[in-house]
């Protein structure tokens, strides 16, 4: 695999080179099968030494310089790139920075994808979410193990199955370690986001210290403005945080364009500070405390109803209350209950939540396994999540992907749900939740706590599995699966030839592929075929076998017929650029198709109308596994005709 990983480097290297050096790349994107330089300077661009690199199919310079690649291989290189460059798909780079290349992902669907997701606020909060807690992850996986380890032996002690004259010192230390991370995380979230949104970093770790209220007089507390009680630290939460320092981030760049350079160091982090920080204090965590003052009402009848449904709803709902700071209205509720019962009912159920981030990760990791970046996260986060740590799991891994976090949180309420139907399931002392939590359960009746668990585990894993992946991610992967090198192919391929029959995808007239408008197809850099200029918008399947892959964009269709050919249905010329807006596809990845299947219908007026070719190209992109090919018929079809005949080795 180091061998596969060095050639392609050392491919990506060449063909940087042949275009002119870093510096001459102004952006790329990527389509199925090549990868799309814009560059500065044409007369810097080799054309004879790219078409020379091993591994190039062929060039072709139109309105962008087009590196043919092939599918399959088009995203390993476009990962080296992503390797050599760093900033974003499509972005302008200063010239003569030396990294004037963008981070191109390793399939072509990710490419489009990300016009789509530039137009999703949702998507971008979650984009800026992952940056910020990103790099914090080695810190919380350390920091989450050295809190794992001291919140068993608390628990032991408090337990009495560990003695505390010997043992408590050595929790004493650990903890401080731990707090180095956990207690200022606000500041360091702070500074993270102020280097996100564009604003003095050190400024942004001030507005995250802003919400621990260290300078506050107990004796005098700041007043909540919306209900009168005092403030209380940690009020707004991490999302607190993150919506001030943007704030903050506004504020600061508007300042520096109207304050006169003399005096700008001075007034606009002075102005920035205070306002962004009053506003943090007076709106902010009230309107945080105002909220949570709210929900002690509802929790308290949802406990009031017991059973599965209070354990559903609390462990469902938790992650999102410790998100803004919301879940200190319980330690009340937590202490109010040790101390008439001798045990709190309310922690082994909202330590569920933490557990179905766990299932929801070990889901990730198996359906995303291809995705070395985000399993190399899964695998350093897991341990500390089963300890009870959730933070690198929450931050790192599930928010920033959207849907994983709601199923975790589903996960979280059935684990609830079976520990509030067993009943009686209490923790004697307030700590830390997950693996640890067990010591600390009352009554012997840990077994129900660790039904929850399993409970909670299974319960975010399935919920993930089947609807918590996302589909860009999806994509991501099955094109992963689907384009296999070839020599996998050749020992799973039948021993006996075997012929496929190919047909006419629309009603029109079938051409032989050296007509087509796009010299890529042309000149067969891709593979033999054929295509079809429709007259009908229907498209049907052009050979039987299983469709391996549906572009994003709607315009391409991969599928693999029973012999192993790997088969290219490309929708017009160039329409990658559409965004998937005039096709309408039918089929799903992993269906099996027949010439009888429509597949997609294409508005070929649209098409035209924006400057793209209608063209319907047909190909075989492993030529290597064919062993004789005709085109039986061209001019005018009916869709389903039989056309061209392939024969395997």
């Given at each position: 695999?180091?061998k596969?990983?060095l050639?392609?480097?050392q491919?990506?290297?060449?063909?940087?080179?042949?275009?002119?050096?870093?510096?001459?790349?102004?952006?790329?994107?990527?389509?199925?099968t090549?990868?799309?330089?814009s560059?500065?300077?044409?007369?810097?661009?080799?054309?004879?030494?790219?078409?020379?690199?091993?591994g190039?199919?062929?060039?072709?310079?139109?309105?962008?310089?087009?590196?043919i690649?092939?599918?399959?291989?088009v995203?390993?290189?476009?990962?080296?790139?992503?390797?050599?460059?760093?900033?974003?798909l499509g972005e302008?780079?200063?010239?003569?920075?030396?990294?004037?290349?963008?981070?191109?992902?390793?399939a072509?669907?990710?490419?489009?994808?990300?016009?789509?997701?530039?137009?999703s606020?949702?998507?971008?909060?979650?984009?800026?979410?992952s940056?910020?807690?990103?790099?914090?992850?080695?810190?919380?996986?350390g920091?989450?193990?050295?809190?794992?380890?001291?919140?068993i032996?608390?628990?032991?002690i408090?337990?009495?199955?560990?003695?505390?004259?010997?043992?408590?010192?050595f929790?004493d230390?650990l903890?401080?370690?731990?707090?180095?991370?956990?207690?200022?995380?606000?500041i360091?979230?702070?500074?993270n986001s102020?280097q996100?949104?564009?604003?003095?970093?050190?400024l942004?770790?001030?507005i995250?210290?802003?919400?621990?209220?260290?300078?506050?007089n107990?004796?005098?507390?700041?007043?909540n403005?919306?209900?009168?009680?005092?403030?209380?630290?940690?009020?707004?939460?991490?999302?607190g945080?993150?919506f001030?320092?943007?704030?903050?981030?506004?504020?600061?760049?508007?300042?520096?364009?109207?304050?006169?350079?003399a005096?700008?160091?001075?007034?606009?982090p002075?102005?920035?500070?205070?306002?962004?920080g009053?506003?943090?204090?007076?709106?902010?965590m009230?309107l945080?405390?105002?909220?949570?003052?709210?929900m002690?009402?509802?929790?308290?009848?949802?406990l009031?109803?017991?059973g599965?449904?209070?354990?559903?709803v609390?462990?469902?709902?938790?992650?999102?209350?410790?998100?803004?700071?919301?879940?200190?209205?319980?330690?009340?509720?937590?202490?109010?209950?040790?101390?008439?019962?001798?045990?709190?009912?309310?922690?082994?159920?909202?330590?569920?939540?933490?557990?179905g981030?766990?299932?929801a990760?070990?889901?990730?990791?198996?359906k995303?396994?291809?995705?070395k970046?985000?399993?190399?996260?899964?695998?350093g986060?897991?341990?500390v999540?089963?300890?009870?740590?959730?933070?690198?799991?929450?931050?790192g891994?599930?928010?920033?992907?959207?849907?994983?976090f709601?199923?975790?949180?589903?996960?979280g309420?059935i684990?609830?749900?079976?520990i509030?139907?067993?009943?009686?399931?209490?923790?004697?002392a307030i700590?830390?939740?997950?693996?640890?939590?067990?010591?600390?359960?009352?009554?012997?009746?840990?077994?129900?706590?660790?039904?929850?668990?399993?409970a909670?585990?299974?319960?975010?894993?399935?919920?993930?599995y089947?609807?918590?992946i996302?589909?860009?991610?999806?994509a991501e992967?099955?094109?992963?699966e689907?384009?296999v090198?070839?020599?996998?192919?050749?020992?799973?391929?039948?021993?006996?030839?075997?012929?496929?029959?190919?047909?006419?995808v629309?009603?029109?007239?079938?051409?032989?592929?050296e007509?087509?408008?796009?010299?890529?197809?042309?000149?067969k850099?891709?593979?033999?075929?054929?295509?079809?200029?429709?007259?009908s918008?229907?498209?049907?399947a052009?050979?039987?076998?299983?469709?391996?892959?549906?572009?994003?964009?709607?315009?391409?269709?991969?599928?693999?017929?029973?012999?192993?050919l790997?088969?290219?249905l490309?929708?017009?010329?160039?329409?990658?650029?559409?965004?998937?807006k005039p096709?309408e596809?039918f089929?799903?990845?992993?269906?099996?198709?027949?010439p009888?299947?429509?597949?997609?219908t294409?508005?070929?007026?649209?098409?035209?109308?924006?400057?793209?070719?209608?063209?319907?190209?047909?190909?075989i992109?492993?030529?290597n596994?064919?062993?004789t090919?005709?085109?039986?018929?061209?001019?005018?079809?009916?869709?389903?005709?039989?056309v061209?005949?392939?024969?395997?080795?």
């Open positions: 695999m180091a596969e990983e050639t392609l480097n491919l990506a290297k060449e063909i940087y080179a042949a275009a002119g050096g870093m510096d001459n790349v102004q952006s790329v994107v990527h389509c199925m090549r990868v799309r330089m560059v500065r300077d044409d007369t810097k661009v080799d054309q004879a030494k790219l078409k020379s690199i091993p190039v199919l062929g060039v072709v310079d139109d309105e962008q310089l087009q590196v690649i092939g599918p399959g291989k995203n390993k290189v476009a990962k080296e790139m992503v390797d050599l460059a760093g900033v974003e302008e780079l200063p010239q003569g920075s030396g990294k004037d290349m963008v981070n191109a992902k390793a072509e669907m990710k490419a489009a994808q990300k016009a789509k997701q530039k137009k606020p949702i998507k971008a909060v979650l984009k800026d979410i940056n910020i807690f990103v790099p914090m992850i080695p810190a919380f996986v920091s989450g193990l050295i809190a794992g380890v001291a919140a032996m608390a628990n032991l408090t337990a009495g199955t560990l003695d505390a004259a010997t043992w408590q010192q929790v230390v903890n401080i370690l731990k707090n180095g991370m956990f207690t200022y995380l606000v360091y979230t702070g500074i102020a996100v949104f564009g604003a003095n970093p050190t942004g770790g001030v995250g210290a802003v919400v621990m209220l260290t300078g506050m107990p004796e005098a507390p700041i007043k403005l919306f209900t009168g009680d005092a403030l209380a630290a940690g009020q707004g939460g991490i999302i945080v993150i001030a320092v943007w704030l903050l981030s506004m504020i600061e760049k508007k300042l520096h364009q109207i304050i006169p350079d005096i700008d160091i001075i007034i606009t002075m102005v920035s500070l205070l306002v962004v009053l506003l943090e204090i007076f709106l902010i009230p945080a405390g105002f909220i949570s003052n709210g002690v009402g509802g929790i308290n009848w949802v009031s109803v017991g599965a449904f209070s354990g559903f609390l462990g469902a709902l938790f992650l999102p209350m410790v998100m803004f700071g919301l879940h200190q209205i319980l330690t009340p509720i937590h202490i109010q209950m040790i101390g008439e019962t001798g045990m709190t009912l309310l922690l082994p159920i909202l330590a569920m939540a933490g557990a981030q766990v299932g990760a070990f889901a990730l990791w198996i995303l396994r291809k995705d970046e985000l399993t190399e996260m899964i695998k986060a897991l341990p999540g089963i300890l009870g740590i959730g933070e690198p799991l929450i931050y891994v599930t928010l920033p992907l959207g849907r994983p709601v199923t975790a949180c589903v996960g309420g684990g609830g749900a079976v509030g139907a067993i009943g009686g399931v209490g923790a004697i700590g830390p939740s997950g693996a640890a939590l067990i010591p600390l359960i009352a009554n012997g009746r840990w077994w129900g706590y660790v039904l929850g668990l399993l909670a585990y299974a319960g975010g894993f399935v919920a993930t089947f609807f918590g996302p589909k860009d991610k999806l992967q099955q094109l992963a689907s384009t090198s070839a020599e996998p192919m050749v020992e799973t391929k039948v021993a006996a030839h075997s012929t496929d029959v190919f047909t006419a629309a009603q029109g007239e079938v051409h032989p592929l007509d087509a408008a796009d010299p890529v197809f042309a000149e850099m891709m593979g033999e075929g054929y295509f079809v200029e429709p007259t918008n229907e498209i049907f052009p050979v039987a076998g299983k469709v391996s892959t549906i572009f994003p964009t709607k315009h391409a269709i991969g599928i693999t017929t029973d012999s192993g790997e088969v290219l490309h929708m017009g010329i160039n329409t990658v650029e559409l965004e998937g096709f596809v089929v799903t990845e992993g269906q099996h198709v027949t009888e299947t429509k597949v997609a294409a508005d070929l007026a649209a098409i035209k109308a924006a400057g793209k070719g209608i063209s319907m190209m047909v190909l992109t492993n030529m596994e064919v062993e090919y005709v085109l039986e018929k061209i001019g005018k079809v009916n869709a389903e005709t039989e061209f005949k392939a024969q395997t080795k």
